[in-house]
């Protein structure tokens, strides 16, 4: 089950927007601060603040279209427009994670303790 969501969880990063990956990994990978990430994409420190909330919101709502799709019914806070565009592009994101990467591919990816034993003992 921790090798299938961090696969999913890769997935879901790599489908991102590409402002949004980028906010995501520098956030959370490369622990840069966010005025650094604001200089680089040319925004102000409250709208990586913004985009680095919109970009949770997608990971948790994506995660959980591929894991438990029953909490996305429970994950939004208004109600949702099912024709409309933001929910066109939310399908289209959840369809992006599913179609990364097989079922096989995630059971074979090593967890994050795994690769981190591997490393130290290799």
């Known amino acids: ?5 961090q696969a999913y969880l890769r997935d879901a ?3 991102l927007p590409d402002r949004l990956a980028t906010v995501v990994r520098g956030c959370f990978f490369e ?4 005025r650094e990430l604001a200089e680089d994409l040319g925004v102000t420190e409250s709208r990586i603040s913004q985009m ?3 970009a949770l919101r997608l990971l948790r709502d ?3 279209s591929q894991l438990d799709p029953a909490m996305l019914a429970s994950s939004g806070d208004r109600p ?3 024709t409309g565009a933001v929910a066109r592009r939310k399908a289209a ?3 992006q994670i599913a179609a990364r990467s097989s079922y096989r591919d995630r059971l074979s990816m090593p967890t994050a303790g ?4 591997a490393s130290m003992s290799g």
């Open 1 to 5: 089950m921790a090798r299938e969501r």
């Open 31 to 34: 622990d840069r601060p966010m």
């Open 52 to 54: 680095r909330a919109e």
């Open 93 to 95: 994101y959840y369809a």
């Open 62 to 64: 994506g995660l959980n």
């Open 13 to 15: 990063i790599e489908a």
């Open 114 to 117: 795994e690769a981190a034993a």
């Open 80 to 82: 949702v427009n099912a």
